[in-house]
């Protein structure tokens, strides 16, 4: 199972974004996706996550600014930002839980992305 993500950019602070992620492989289904935000030097911080259900989870820092929507027909995770701020900036990586077919059987995967850069000017 892979994911790649895509969306990235440099915007204005007050801008907006909208990052999208593709799993792809044999897969049978996804349980969650969530993206985590990784600036310079510092581990990567989870920033939304949605699971079964369409349940969604938003770090304090982007609540009522970022929106997570999943398509579940596309295997697709999509990351809204609006009212960007310089320290949203860093590499967005989304990561994917579920299962995977394995030969005749059922196996479980928890991938992460390679991640989208994002640059938010003051």
């Known amino acids: 199972v892979q994911l790649q993500a895509s969306g990235g950019g440099l915007v204005q602070a007050g801008g907006s974004l909208r990052l999208s992620c593709a799993a792809s492989g044999n897969i049978f289904s996804i349980s969650s996706m969530g993206w985590c935000r990784q600036a310079p030097g510092k581990q990567c911080d989870v920033v939304a996550s949605?699971?079964?259900?369409?349940?969604?989870d938003y770090a304090d820092s982007v609540k009522g600014r970022f929106a997570i929507s999943k398509d579940s027909a596309k295997n697709m995770v999509y990351l809204q930002m609006n009212s960007l701020k310089p320290e949203d900036t860093g590499v967005y990586h989304c990561?994917?839980?579920?299962?995977?077919?394995?030969?005749?059987?059922?196996?479980?995967?928890?991938?992460w992305g390679q991640g989208t850069l994002v640059t938010v000017s003051s």
């Open positions: 949605t699971g079964r259900g369409g349940s969604t």
């Open positions: 990561d994917a839980k579920g299962e995977y077919h394995d030969g005749p059987g059922l196996a479980d995967f928890h991938v």
